[in-house]
């Protein structure tokens, strides 16, 4: 069913009538949510370099032509974000650069890096140091390469996409299925807070929505690691002509994303990408990140909503409007978690709510975010703010 998916060790599948069950959703199947939320952040885009030629992308550049930033730029933009009072340095690149980016390789060893990941973790650090809490999304990663960085991120993440193969990943170099899946898993296997989410109208069909979404929801249920699935609509650009998926079509898929995934995932839509106001009926609760500060590189032409448009997509659908943290309180351990903590604790713990997981004793925050998030500073003080006002009216 997943193409690609036991070549790279992911024994996974899912039932034909679940996916039939999942087709046959509407957005008259789910309601509203209780509250929205959002991250304020930065956009970091470490390197334009990616072996993949993704026929909708603007992001990647060609050998010859990407860039790479310096631990200096880094810093910077670092500064002005903590200075914006955002918590999240998003690091975006393209997938792991192939051997034909010559002059990426070269500028990492002269710096003193064997790989983009080892870059990656020292900018990452970087980071923690002026204040922001980083979430890395490095696309498809072996075992190695995510334990490379990940006790320096809050959470991680990688957009499935799609399970299906379709001619938008077209080419020599293109995106797998089952590497995307691999990933995802490994996320699992490492205790690493995980975003996902599936990418709309590059050619999958309504079964193809059903059978990724399915697929989360079945890693999730493995490793209870997924926090946030976005539902992200293709849109035209200078490489991509075909059109963007119609609001009767998102609004399905998003009721869909609502319905197969179990209440303490985030279902997300990008409000400069997908008519948010339109979609919250159908069971979105967060907007994402959002920079005050940057643009978004993944999709330069789209700009970012300012603060006061987030609060007018809330009170229109009437619903309070909160700011959260790149990784969901309950990936927290309990004695950072607020008091009004009401969530199923992804180690174990009980909420006010009395639900129980029954995975215990997991250790999703490593002791340098855990260190970040309780210091005694302007930094630490910006998260615990973040955490008690979460979801309140701003």
Same mark, same amino acid.
């Given at each position: 069913?997943?193409?690609?998916?036991?070549?790279?060790?992911?024994?996974?599948?899912? %039932? @034909?009538?679940?996916?039939?069950? !999942?087709?046959?959703?509407?957005? /008259?199947?789910?309601?509203?949510?209780?509250?929205?939320?959002?991250?304020?952040?930065?956009?970091?885009? +470490?390197?334009?370099?990616?072996?993949?030629?993704?026929?909708?992308?603007?992001?990647?550049?060609?050998?010859?032509?990407? &860039?790479? $930033?310096?631990?200096?730029?880094?810093?910077?933009?670092?500064?002005?974000?903590?200075?914006?009072?955002?918590? *999240?340095?998003?690091?975006?690149?393209?997938?792991?650069?192939?051997?034909?980016?010559? @002059?990426?390789?070269?500028? $990492? &060893?002269?710096?003193?890096?064997?790989?983009?990941?080892?870059?990656?973790?020292?900018?990452?650090?970087?980071?923690?140091? *002026?204040?922001?809490?980083?979430?890395?999304?490095?696309?498809?990663?072996?075992? %190695?390469?995510?334990?490379?960085?990940?006790?320096?991120?809050?959470?991680?993440?990688?957009?499935? %996409?799609?399970?299906? #193969?379709?001619?938008?990943?077209?080419?020599?170099?293109?995106?797998?299925?089952?590497?995307? !899946?691999?990933?995802?898993?490994?996320?699992?296997?490492?205790?690493?807070?995980?975003?996902?989410? =599936? !990418?709309?109208?590059?050619?999958?069909?309504?079964?193809?929505?059903? @059978?990724?979404?399915?697929?989360?929801?079945?890693?999730? %249920?493995?490793?209870?690691?997924?926090?946030?699935?976005?539902?992200?609509?293709?849109?035209?650009? #200078?490489?991509?002509?075909?059109?963007?998926?119609? +609001?009767?079509?998102?609004?399905?898929?998003?009721?869909?994303?609502?319905?197969?995934?179990?209440?303490?995932?985030?279902?997300?839509?990008?409000?400069?990408?997908?008519?948010?106001?339109? +979609?919250?009926?159908?069971?979105?609760?967060?907007?994402?990140?959002?920079?005050?500060?940057?643009?978004?590189? =993944?999709?330069?032409?789209?700009?970012?909503?300012?603060?006061?448009?987030?609060? @007018?997509?809330?009170?229109?659908?009437? $619903?309070?409007?909160? #700011?959260? $943290?790149?990784?969901?309180?309950?990936?927290?351990?309990?004695?950072?978690?607020? /008091?009004?903590?009401?969530?199923?604790?992804?180690?174990?713990?009980?909420?006010?709510?009395?639900?129980?997981?029954?995975?215990?004793?997991?250790?999703?925050?490593?002791?340098?975010?855990?260190?970040?998030?309780?210091?005694?500073?302007?930094?630490?003080?910006?998260?615990? &703010?973040?955490?008690?006002? &979460?979801? !309140?009216? +701003?």
């Amino acid at each position: 069913m997943f193409p690609g998916a036991s070549e790279y060790g992911v024994d996974l599948t899912v %039932e @034909e009538t679940a996916v039939d069950d !999942l087709c046959a959703v509407t957005p /008259d199947d789910v309601d509203a949510p209780p509250e929205l939320t959002f991250a304020r952040n930065v956009f970091i885009p +470490l390197t334009t370099a990616c072996r993949y030629t993704c026929t909708y992308c603007t992001y990647f550049d060609a050998p010859g032509q990407a &860039s790479l $930033l310096s631990l200096e730029e880094v810093r910077d933009i670092c500064k002005r974000g903590a200075d914006a009072g955002c918590t *999240e340095a998003l690091f975006t690149f393209g997938d792991d650069p192939d051997e034909r980016y010559t @002059e990426i390789h070269e500028q $990492l &060893s002269e710096w003193g890096y064997d790989s983009i990941h080892t870059y990656l973790r020292a900018a990452c650090e970087v980071a923690l140091e *002026e204040g922001l809490l980083p979430h890395a999304n490095p696309g498809d990663q072996t075992r %190695e390469q995510m334990e490379t960085v990940a006790d320096v991120n809050a959470s991680m993440g990688v957009m499935l %996409e799609t399970t299906a #193969e379709v001619d938008a990943h077209a080419g020599p170099r293109q995106k797998e299925p089952g590497q995307r !899946l691999r990933t995802i898993q490994t996320a699992g296997e490492l205790d690493v807070a995980f975003t996902t989410g =599936i !990418l709309v109208g590059i050619g999958e069909t309504w079964r193809d929505r059903a @059978e990724s979404l399915l697929a989360i929801r079945e890693m999730h %249920e493995r490793y209870d690691h997924v926090q946030e699935v976005i539902v992200q609509p293709v849109v035209d650009n #200078e490489r991509w002509s075909d059109g963007s998926p119609a +609001l009767e079509a998102m609004r399905r898929v998003t009721a869909m994303a609502r319905v197969a995934l179990p209440e303490e995932i985030s279902v997300q839509v990008p409000p400069n990408l997908a008519p948010a106001r339109e +979609l919250i009926d159908c069971g979105v609760d967060d907007l994402g990140g959002v920079s005050p500060v940057t643009d978004d590189h =993944i999709n330069p032409d789209y700009k970012w909503p300012a603060l006061r448009e987030l609060e @007018e997509i809330a009170a229109s659908a009437a $619903l309070p409007l909160g #700011e959260r $943290l790149p990784v969901y309180e309950r990936f927290l351990p309990d004695d950072l978690r607020t /008091d009004a903590f009401d969530g199923v604790a992804a180690d174990g713990t009980v909420g006010a709510s009395g639900n129980r997981n029954p995975n215990a004793d997991r250790e999703w925050i490593s002791p340098t975010i855990r260190d970040a998030l309780a210091a005694d500073d302007e930094a630490g003080e910006r998260y615990r &703010s973040v955490l008690e006002q &979460s979801a !309140l009216p +701003l």
